[in-house]
């Protein structure tokens, strides 16, 4: 990521020989206004990143699949390279979604840490609880709202440069997946701020990541008194969490 080569550029992670996904995502793309570009997919945890085999046993009842190392290794890469290149701003891509780009081009000429937003999902998987927390954004009839929980889901976002560095001290050690670790807003801090209706849907093609994890069975770890006991004082604090943004906080 070239510094200054945009006030906000659009990088989309693809793997190397995901040829037909570049090509389907590049077709859809030709009429893009903003700059955007492939950056490869990483295969293994890089460096600033430690795994950790107990906590992920723990929190996931498994080891984590080799895709979901990379996926986790690929966005920690990108914050890596904001940071390195004091690039102020940034909207995150995976390949496998079909983007509203008259909004994006919105957004990208948006400063987001003016509006203390350091972080804004464009999409999400799964329901959470939400509260608007700003109407008409951008343009009429879209809000920024703020999840609490765990929508899942790395197939866009906007970040800013203060946003990279909190997701990274957050996230330099691997206990989870990353999208997990995202959502955590209630450990490190970072408002899981979305829009909504959401500018970016996920294409219907197979996971990048692999469906095999689904299907894995959860271990003793997983299940252990201490564990069970960790997983209720989450929900204790995703509780407070709520509360806490129902004030307004």
């Not at 090509?23 to 950056?39: G, T």
């Not at 400063?111 to 008409?136: G, Q």
């Not at 206990?175 to 219907?204: K, T």
């Amino acid at each position: 990521m070239a510094e200054n080569a945009s006030p906000c550029p659009v990088v989309v992670i693809s793997m190397t020989d995901a040829h037909q996904r570049r090509a389907a995502f590049s077709a859809r793309a030709r009429d893009a206004k903003v700059p955007w570009c492939f950056v490869d997919a990483r295969t293994e945890l890089v460096e600033g990143l430690s795994y950790d085999e107990q906590a992920v046993e723990r929190n996931k009842g498994r080891q984590l699949t080799k895709g979901e190392r990379g996926c986790y290794s690929s966005h920690f890469a990108v914050w890596q390279d904001m940071v390195r290149s004091g690039t102020r701003q940034c909207i995150v891509l995976e390949d496998d979604v079909i983007v509203d780009w008259a909004f994006l081009e919105q957004l990208c000429a948006t400063d987001l840490e003016a509006h203390a937003i350091p972080y804004l999902r464009l999409y999400a998987k799964v329901p959470t609880f939400s509260r608007v927390v700003r109407r008409d954004f951008l343009q009429h009839s879209r809000s920024v709202i703020e999840l609490v929980g765990h929508p899942y889901g790395t197939q866009g976002y906007a970040i800013t440069l203060s946003g990279a560095r909190r997701f990274m001290a957050a996230s330099a050690t691997v206990c989870r997946p990353i999208d997990d670790q995202m959502d955590r807003s209630w450990d490190h801090g970072v408002r899981n701020y979305a829009l909504f209706p959401a500018p970016i849907v996920e294409e219907f093609v197979p996971s990048g990541i692999g469906a095999e994890r689904f299907g894995a069975g959860r271990g003793a770890a997983y299940h252990a008194p201490r564990q069970r006991l960790a997983r209720w004082i989450d929900r204790q604090r995703i509780r407070a969490k709520k509360l806490s943004v129902l004030r307004g906080r």
